[in-house]
Structures are given as C-alpha cells and as structure tokens.
C-alpha cells in the first residue's frame, strides 16, 4: 500500500532510530542485551565445562571459591559456575524470547478483535483480559508446571514453562491492543479503506495493526524481561526443568548453602539483574523514541 | 448516588465470572491427571489402602469430572476447603499463614506509598538533576531485580555477615531476638519488609514521576501558576491529585502481584505465609491445600481491587458515570 516514489523524507522508523540513537540509556540497554544474546550464542560452544555436569568434583575442585581456573567458583556437587551461569543464558533468553513471541501473537490478534468488533465476542474477550490481570498469575505458573511435568508431559524440559508462561502471559499486550484498536477504528483512514471496500478483516490486519506496532515493540521488549524474571522464580522454587541449566536453578542450588559457597548465589544473581536490565533500558529507550508525544 | 450504587453493583458482578475462571483453573489442574487419585498417588509415597478408599469417598472420585467439580464448588461457596493430605481441615491451616502473609505485604505496601509518593513527586519537580538520575536508577534496578535474590543477598550481609537480624522465620524458636518478644517481632520484619517495600517502591515512585511529568505540561497547571499560587500548592494540590489516580489501579494491581510474588521471597525467608505454604504444597502435590490457597489469595485479590475500585471512584468521579 505504500506510495514508492523513489525520494522520500524519513520515514517514521528513521526517526524513532534518529530519537533512539539520542538516549543514552536506552543504548546501555541495548549494549547490554547485544552482549548477552551474543554469550547466549556462543557462550556454550567455547565454556570449559558441558551443561550440567559434576566434571570438577573429580578434579577435585568442588566448593572451591572464584579463581583463575573457576571464575564463578564451582557448587559442592562440583558444578562450575561459570560455565553454567553461560550456559543459562542461552536458555533464559529461549524461555523471554518465545515467550514473548507466543504472547504478542495471540495478544495482538485477541485485543484487536476485541477492540474492532462489537457484541458479545468482544465483550467476553474484554472480560478474560480483565480476569488474566486479577487472578494470582504465578501461583498458577507454579501449579501448572508441577502438575503438568510430573504427569503429563515427561521431558518437554524448558518448553512446557515456555507454553505456561505464554497461557498466562498475554492479557497485557491485548489490553493495549484492545485500547488501540478502539481508538484507531473510527479515524479518517479505516474510513476510507472502508469506503474503498476493504473487508473486516483487511482493514484490521492490514491498516490498523501496523499503526499499534510502535506500542505492541515497547511492551514486547518489557514482557522478555518480565519472563525472564518470572522463569528465574520458578526454577528458583524448584518447579522448573532439573536438567536443563538456568540461572534460577542454579540459585535454587546455591540457597541452601549461601552461607559457605555464597558465589553460587551471587554471579547468577547478578547476569539476571544485568540481563534484565538491559532489556528494561531498552524498552524505556524504544518507548521515547517510538512516542514523541511523551518527549518533551 | 444511584450511579455510585449502579457502579458498585457492575465491580461486584464482576467478581463472579474472575472468581468462577480461577476456581475452573484450579480445579482443571488438580483434574488434569484424570483422577486426581493418580496425582495423590504421586504426591504420598505409599498410600495406605484405607487412605485411599477414605479419600474417594470424601471427594466423590468415583463421580464424573463435572460432578466433582459441582461438589467441590458447593463446598467452597460454604467455606468448606476440604481436607489436605496431612488429614487436616485446610481451612483452618490456612487462617494463621494469611494473617502472616497480610502482615507482611500491607507493611511494605503503605510504606512504599509513604516514602514513593513524595520521592517521586521530587524527583518529577528536578527532573534530570543528579538527584533525579540517582532516583530512576535505584527504581529501575529494582524492578530489573528478582525479589528474592535481594532477600538472599541482605541475608548474606545482615545474617550471615554481620549477625545484626535474623534471616528465617516471623518469630524465633529458642530466645527471642534483642530479648524482648515485640522486638523480637520487629527483627523478623525488617529484611523481608525492606525486600517488599524496595521493589513496590521502585514501580511507584518511577509512575509518580512519569505522571507528573505529564500533568505538569498541563495547561490548566499554567493557569494555576500563573493566578500566583504557591508553587507548593499548584505541586500537590493541582497536579498530584490528576497525576495520581492511575497509580491508584497500578497499586492495586501490584497489590495482586506481591500477594503472587509472595512464594519466593517467603521461602527466601521461610516467613511462614501463604506463599512458602504454597509453594510446599505444591512441591508435594497437596492438591487440596494448593486448591485452597489459590482460593484464599484470589479472594484477597478480588477484595482489593475493590478497595482500588472505590477510592478511585473517589479520586475520579468520572468513572461512575460510564
């Protein structure tokens, strides 16, 4: 549907990318999550010890604080931190990213339905957003993935918390997706595409989703963050996947003996809040560019 | 009036599809095994024969799915939680970790409101001043921050390091903590609550400073400034009262969240509330006890958000009328 005149002016992603590129935080927050997508890449092709294994017992290296040879220092089972704290990455990012793809796919589709349409499908859509927002979303987390992996699903490993997390997860892109879609439906331009003849469902997908990107990136870029959070919870409380490294269980290993080997606790601790963070900034910083009206 | 009573009526009715949809996940989870006997089978390492039998009787598990379900609504509109697999009633082991619970998060959260609001109508009046960057930077970091892990770490230094508080329980078994019981109290509340109060602290004080930012580009805010009234009074008396109804839901809804975010920094602190229960429970497949607190909690929840609802009717009365 875009004009192609070979000469333009900047179109509105060049000027997003001109405000981005302005804020600094913004950018230490995409410094930071460049830096952890790239460990999580090649992080478990170069550490010197395999996911989940007790190889520097035999070294004779168990329970040893950081050094040259264990920056991280290693578990009392002889699990090097290090390697392990890398290796996590690698899965934590899995578990925000598909997440978060998940949710904003079934998010976007719900609100704007829920938002275009009127009747009873879009109200009881609206009240199951709502109900998503009231009940205690992380109880049931935990619930589901006790049940559903000690009978259901042997061996799914990191993807069955994936699919919780997603169930549960997506109300809030749809809410803003439902506010958008409302605000969006009566403006000049779906008139016209309307009066054009463009169908329902031509005028949903392709006139008003494109005009809530800019919203549904922002609050994408938070949700990784908030998954990731909710993962390192999960396995904290050991209801995650036993056999597969990630940050929350290596702090589920490391609790009980914080008061001897308190690296355990600490390093993995601290990539969360970094990793985090970085996908925090970076949404704040993606949330000024995208809305000048926010800028002063 | 009558709008006020009309929308009293239509947050009520609300309540009973959200309390309806938890009590079918809930009770869809416990059943998601088939039988649930299976998931007791799983959760008790030798069931006693008698046991088992005692317990189908109990929860009718010979009836159709739907049928349960019924039974076990029914109970549960009477109060009747039915019995964990310990043998106890829930319902009344759950009485003592609510108020435990409750105690906790109601601390931190009025004292996050005390310190949040002024310090981010602070920072919103100094915008980036270092003060100002100080404070978005000490929020940020505390919601980018896994609540427990903070627990563990002032654990680390204020337990383990330096002996000054204790780190586990509400109360302490032996002797109690500067050797009086109501300090001895005040002990065990510190860590958690510092915990609770930072991370809610950090998303209000971080909204507080947004809205303000907003309201004060008003032009009826120019309006006021320029009748000549204090800049006191155009602060709190103009701007924060516009700025500060969406953090009234945000509050409530966090309220929610802390109350779910409660199992890991209980089990950090083994503070004795609904949310290490839980999470016991649900490491030992106690389906009933889960059932229960999963109740208990939405309850709580649902009972906020009305609380939420009505003093922001009262903040904004626009919302009555749509």
């Not at chain 1, 008003?208 to 390192?232: D, H, K, M």
């Not at chain 2, 009973?16 to 998931?39: D, Q, R």
Request: hydrophobic share 55%; glycine share 8%.
């Amino acid at each position: 549907m875009s004009p192609s005149s070979p000469k333009r002016g900047a179109g509105q992603w060049a000027v997003a990318w001109r405000r981005f590129r302005r804020n600094k935080s913004g950018l230490a927050g995409s410094a930071i999550v460049i830096f952890f997508v790239v460990v999580a890449l090649v992080g478990p092709f170069v550490v010197a010890y395999p996911a989940r294994s007790y190889l520097s017992l035999y070294e004779g290296d168990a329970g040893t604080p950081p050094s040259f040879k264990h920056p991280f220092g290693v578990e009392d089972s002889g699990i090097d931190v290090f390697s392990e704290t890398v290796q996590s990455a690698h899965n934590d990012l899995y578990v925000g990213l598909a997440a978060t793809l998940i949710t904003t796919l079934i998010g976007v589709a719900v609100g704007a339905l829920a938002g275009y349409f009127k009747g009873v499908v879009s109200d009881v859509l609206l009240g199951v957003i709502q109900m998503f927002f009231v009940i205690p979303v992380l109880l049931l987390i935990l619930l589901f993935a006790r049940v559903f992996s000690v009978l259901v699903f042997h061996g799914l490993g990191l993807t069955l918390i994936v699919l919780i997390l997603a169930f549960f997860g997506w109300s809030g892109i749809a809410f803003i997706v439902r506010g958008e879609t409302f605000r969006l439906k009566e403006m000049e331009f779906v008139q016209a595409a309307r009066s054009l003849g463009a169908g329902s469902y031509r005028i949903l997908f392709r006139h008003i989703v494109p005009n809530i990107l800019s919203p549904v990136i922002v609050i994408a870029t938070l949700n990784i963050a908030g998954f990731i959070l909710t993962e390192v919870v999960v396995s904290f409380l050991g209801f995650g996947d036993p056999n597969t490294s990630t940050w929350g269980l290596l702090l589920n290993e490391g609790f009980p003996y914080v008061r001897t080997d308190w690296w355990v606790s600490i390093f993995p601790g601290l990539a969360v809040v970094f990793c985090v963070l970085g996908f925090n900034l970076m949404g704040d910083g993606l949330s000024d560019a995208l809305n000048p009206r926010l800028r002063e | 009036m009558a709008s006020l009573i009309r929308y009293i009526i239509r947050r009520l009715l609300f309540m009973i599809p959200v309390f309806l949809g938890v009590a079918i996940l809930t009770f869809a989870v416990g059943n998601a095994a088939g039988n649930p006997i299976n998931l007791i089978r799983a959760g008790l390492k030798n069931p006693n024969p008698a046991v088992l039998k005692a317990l189908t009787d109990y929860y009718h598990l010979d009836q159709p799915v739907w049928k349960r379900f019924l039974y076990w609504l029914w109970d549960l509109i009477h109060g009747n939680l039915g019995v964990s697999l310990s043998g106890r009633p829930v319902i009344s082991q759950i009485w003592p970790w609510t108020f435990t619970t409750l105690e906790l998060q109601i601390l931190s959260l009025i004292l996050s409101i005390v310190i949040g609001i002024p310090v981010g109508v602070y920072s919103s009046k100094h915008q980036y001043s270092k003060a100002d960057y100080a404070i978005t930077g000490a929020a940020i970091f505390g919601y980018s921050m896994p609540t427990f892990w903070l627990g563990i770490m002032l654990i680390v230094i204020f337990s383990l390091d330096l002996g000054w508080l204790p780190s586990n329980g509400a109360v302490s078994v032996s002797y109690p903590w500067w050797g009086d019981n109501t300090l001895d109290w005040l002990a065990h509340l510190i860590l958690p609550t510092a915990v609770l109060t930072y991370v809610s602290l950090a998303t209000i004080v971080r909204l507080v400073r947004a809205n303000m930012l907003e309201v004060m580009r008003q032009d009826y805010i120019l309006a006021a400034r320029a009748s000549g009234l204090s800049e006191r009074t155009v602060t709190y008396r103009y701007a924060l009262r516009n700025a500060i109804s969406p953090i009234v839901t945000i509050i409530g809804l966090g309220f929610g969240a802390a109350m779910a975010g409660a199992p890991a920094l209980e089990t950090t602190f083994s503070w004795p509330g609904l949310g290490y229960a839980f999470t016991q429970a649900a490491l030992t497949l106690d389906i009933p006890l889960v059932e229960g607190i999963t109740i208990v909690i939405t309850v709580m929840v649902l009972i906020a958000n009305l609380i939420t609802d009505f003093v922001y009717a009262f903040i904004d009365p626009r919302v009555i009328v749509q």
